[in-house]
């Protein structure tokens, strides 16, 4: 036995465990990053009815009905039509950002009201690397409603929605669903039941995208609802979208992207604390 012994340590056979509390992967956990982008991925993609081509469908009939109600007589804003003036603040504002809100705040949130948070605390995945994956997947799904929503409205008479800096339509289309991703995930961590994210979306988010010059050029407001409107982060997203499609925007298209930025930057610091420290998720 003890010849044995030696010759097994002799030609080093690794034990078939790893010691508890021995520290495996050493970096960045791609496979598992990818696990949970994909899981989420699919998660939405199967009921793709509902979270790609309802919204496409609902945000289009905004299109349909205020071209109708508002831009009878040639009306013009910022010097094009007033279709082709709110074709882009539609895509991003009541279609993509709405899309990144909604998937980023349900799948915590479910997971904390059916028990099943677990699937989320206990693979091998940091909160880094799990804060990455739900907002990447929560991106994708903006950008699948927001590309659904460009050709519904390209193919659609009367309104021209034909890129021209891809830069803009780049960083403000995923920066500004970065932002509200962001937001979704804080307010699933912080909610303890879905009436509270409906509130968050029904009494914030939608609101503010509305009131954000998707309609209108904030030059006709009075100054004291000129100075909310560029206190409004969704005002940035939505007129440097438009920027990417118009060349022409109401607000500085530089600042508006330091400004998304530097937001980006402080909700996903928050975010990261928040996972880190398991607020409201750990027991």
């Not at 010097?79 to 279609?95: R, S």
């Not at 409205?153 to 960083?171: D, E, K």
Request: contains cysteine; glycine residues 8%; charged residues 10%.
């Amino acid at each position: 036995m003890n010849n044995q012994s030696k010759i097994a340590e002799s030609l080093a056979i690794p034990a078939p465990f790893h010691e508890p509390g021995v520290k495996v992967i050493r970096n960045v956990n791609w496979p598992g990053t990818y696990a949970l982008y994909k899981k989420e991925v699919r998660r939405f993609m199967k009921v793709q009815l509902q979270t790609i081509w309802a919204p496409a469908i609902q945000t289009l009939l905004f299109l349909v009905i205020f071209s109708i109600a508002l831009g009878g007589a040639g009306r013009t804003v910022l010097g094009v039509p007033f279709a082709d003036f709110i074709a882009p603040g539609l895509i991003v504002g009541t279609g993509m950002l709405q899309a990144a809100f909604q998937n980023s705040s349900f799948s915590l949130l479910v997971g904390k009201m059916q028990g099943t948070i677990i699937d989320y605390l206990m693979p091998p995945i940091s909160a880094g690397e799990m804060l990455f994956a739900l907002v990447a997947s929560s991106v994708t799904r903006a950008c699948a409603v927001g590309i659904a929503l460009w050709i519904a409205m390209a193919l659609w008479p009367g309104v021209h929605v034909t890129p021209i800096h891809l830069w803009a339509i780049a960083w403000f289309g995923i920066g500004g669903s970065m932002l509200i991703a962001f937001v979704g995930l804080l307010t699933a961590i912080w909610a303890d039941k879905f009436d509270h994210a409906a509130a968050i979306s029904n009494f914030v988010i939608a609101p503010l995208s509305l009131l954000s010059g998707t309609f209108y050029a904030i030059d006709r407001l009075s100054p004291l609802f000129r100075t909310l409107s560029h206190a409004n982060p969704f005002f940035y997203i939505i007129s440097g979208f438009r920027y990417g499609f118009l060349s022409r925007a109401d607000s500085n298209v530089p600042t508006g992207a330091v400004v998304i930025l530097a937001l980006n930057l402080l909700l996903g610091a928050a975010c990261y604390v928040a996972l880190r420290r398991g607020w409201k998720i750990k027991a």
